[in-house]
Protein backbone atom coordinates (compact mmCIF):
# COMPACT_ATOMS: atom_id res chain seq x y z
CA UNK A 1 0.00 0.00 0.00
CA UNK A 2 1.17 3.36 -1.06
CA UNK A 3 -0.09 6.98 -0.10
CA UNK A 4 0.55 9.01 -3.70
CA UNK A 5 -0.52 12.55 -3.63
CA UNK A 6 -1.56 13.93 -6.87
CA UNK A 7 -1.21 17.68 -7.38
CA UNK A 8 -3.20 19.93 -9.97
CA UNK A 9 -1.24 22.35 -11.65
CA UNK A 10 -3.61 24.77 -9.33
CA UNK A 11 -1.94 23.40 -6.19
CA UNK A 12 -4.83 21.36 -4.80
CA UNK A 13 -3.86 18.36 -3.74
CA UNK A 14 -5.11 14.99 -3.45
CA UNK A 15 -3.70 12.21 -1.24
CA UNK A 16 -5.20 8.46 -1.77
CA UNK A 17 -4.27 4.82 -0.83
CA UNK A 18 -2.71 2.81 -3.78
CA UNK A 19 -2.56 -0.80 -3.32
CA UNK A 20 0.15 -2.20 -4.37
CA UNK A 21 0.05 -3.83 -7.86
CA UNK A 22 -2.07 -0.97 -9.42
CA UNK A 23 -1.48 1.23 -11.69
CA UNK A 24 -1.23 4.96 -10.32
CA UNK A 25 -3.33 5.99 -13.44
CA UNK A 26 -6.01 3.42 -12.80
CA UNK A 27 -5.84 4.76 -8.59
CA UNK A 28 -6.36 8.26 -9.32
CA UNK A 29 -9.30 7.38 -12.43
CA UNK A 30 -10.80 5.66 -9.92
CA UNK A 31 -11.39 8.15 -6.97
CA UNK A 32 -12.03 11.14 -9.71
CA UNK A 33 -8.82 12.57 -9.44
CA UNK A 34 -9.00 15.60 -11.50
CA UNK A 35 -6.15 15.84 -14.04
CA UNK A 36 -5.21 12.38 -14.48
CA UNK A 37 -7.82 10.96 -17.17
CA UNK A 38 -6.25 7.67 -18.72
CA UNK A 39 -8.22 8.32 -21.94
CA UNK A 40 -6.56 4.93 -23.64
CA UNK A 41 -6.92 2.82 -20.46
CA UNK A 42 -3.42 2.56 -19.71
CA UNK A 43 -1.96 1.24 -23.38
CA UNK A 44 0.57 4.23 -23.41
CA UNK A 45 -0.97 5.89 -26.15
CA UNK A 46 -2.93 8.83 -24.83
CA UNK A 47 -0.53 10.92 -22.31
CA UNK A 48 -3.17 12.05 -20.57
CA UNK A 49 -2.35 10.84 -17.34
CA UNK A 50 1.04 12.36 -17.24
CA UNK A 51 2.64 13.67 -14.21
CA UNK A 52 5.76 15.30 -12.78
CA UNK A 53 7.95 13.39 -10.72
CA UNK A 54 10.23 15.04 -8.30
CA UNK A 55 13.61 14.11 -8.53
CA UNK A 56 13.84 12.22 -5.04
CA UNK A 57 11.66 9.63 -6.68
CA UNK A 58 12.74 9.23 -9.90
CA UNK A 59 14.94 6.26 -8.97
CA UNK A 60 12.11 4.70 -7.13
CA UNK A 61 10.71 4.06 -10.33
CA UNK A 62 10.66 1.32 -12.81
CA UNK A 63 12.47 1.73 -16.32
CA UNK A 64 11.07 3.87 -19.20
CA UNK A 65 9.84 1.63 -21.89
CA UNK A 66 10.22 2.91 -25.39
CA UNK A 67 7.07 3.21 -26.01
CA UNK A 68 6.16 5.15 -23.26
CA UNK A 69 9.41 7.31 -24.07
CA UNK A 70 8.12 7.89 -27.37
CA UNK A 71 4.85 8.69 -26.15
CA UNK A 72 6.63 11.47 -24.33
CA UNK A 73 8.53 12.86 -27.17
CA UNK A 74 5.24 13.48 -28.87
CA UNK A 75 3.44 15.20 -25.48
CA UNK A 76 4.26 19.04 -26.17
CA UNK A 77 4.02 19.76 -21.88
CA UNK A 78 6.44 17.07 -20.97
CA UNK A 79 9.35 17.68 -19.34
CA UNK A 80 12.75 15.76 -18.17
CA UNK A 81 10.95 14.40 -15.21
CA UNK A 82 7.81 13.11 -16.71
CA UNK A 83 6.41 10.06 -16.85
CA UNK A 84 3.28 8.55 -17.93
CA UNK A 85 1.41 7.20 -14.82
CA UNK A 86 -0.33 4.49 -15.80
CA UNK A 87 3.00 2.91 -16.77
CA UNK A 88 3.81 3.58 -13.00
CA UNK A 89 2.86 1.13 -10.38
CA UNK A 90 2.17 1.09 -6.89
CA UNK A 91 4.18 -0.20 -4.42
CA UNK A 92 5.58 0.14 -0.62
CA UNK A 93 8.63 1.89 -2.12
CA UNK A 94 6.33 4.92 -3.68
CA UNK A 95 4.76 5.14 0.25
CA UNK A 96 4.29 9.14 0.33
CA UNK A 97 5.33 10.57 -3.57
CA UNK A 98 4.23 13.55 -4.41
CA UNK A 99 3.04 14.02 -8.31
CA UNK A 100 2.50 16.92 -9.90
CA UNK A 101 -0.25 17.45 -13.19
CA UNK A 102 0.63 19.97 -16.24
CA UNK A 103 -1.25 23.13 -16.72
CA UNK A 104 -3.04 20.92 -19.84
CA UNK A 105 -4.97 18.79 -17.50
CA UNK A 106 -7.62 19.46 -15.30
FE1 LIG B 1 -3.09 6.72 -21.84
FE2 LIG B 1 -1.44 6.54 -19.75
S1 LIG B 1 -3.56 6.24 -19.79
S2 LIG B 1 -0.96 6.95 -21.79
Given at each position: MAKITYIEHNGTEHTIEVENGVSLMEAAVKQGIPGIDGDCGGACACATCMVFVPEEWQGKLGSIEPMEETMLDFCEHSA???RL???LIAS?????????MPQSQH
Open positions: ENSSCQDELDGIRLN
